[in-house]
């Protein structure tokens, strides 16, 4: 099962939303850390198979189910019309922008 967004802390506002006046509600922000946790790599999910075959002019039946951890690697933001899905991806892309300028030393927006 792929955790939901609730199961998230708030992330930081994103120094560009500070710089406009703007802030993430609290909802927002914690949709921005699971995001950036994705991004990173951080979060896991199992992923199941089950298969089950009958064997023809038989009485057999054989069964297979696998599973694997699996780190999670993109994902959907799928909140309600209105939820702000937009502002929270421009915050997404803005905090790897900002981690970006971070690495390579850039001080300015």
């Excluded at 939901?4 to 710089?19: G, H, I, M, R």
């Excluded at 509600?25 to 999910?45: C, D, K, T």
């Excluded at 039946?61 to 694997?68: I, M």
């Amino acid at each position: 099962k792929v955790p939901t967004s609730k199961a998230f802390p708030e992330a930081d506002q994103p120094v560009l939303l500070n710089v406009s006046g703007l802030a993430l509600y609290p909802r927002q922000a914690q949709a921005l850390h699971r995001m950036i946790e994705i991004e990173s790599g951080n979060v896991a999910f199992n992923e199941m198979e089950h298969s089950e075959h009958e064997l023809p002019g038989t009485n057999v039946s054989l069964v297979a189910d696998v599973e694997r951890e699996n780190n999670l690697k993109g994902g959907v933001l799928a909140d309600a019309m209105g939820g702000g899905k937009t502002v929270t991806t421009i915050a997404l892309v803005a905090q790897g922008v900002a981690e970006r300028r971070q690495r390579e030393g850039c001080s300015r927006w």
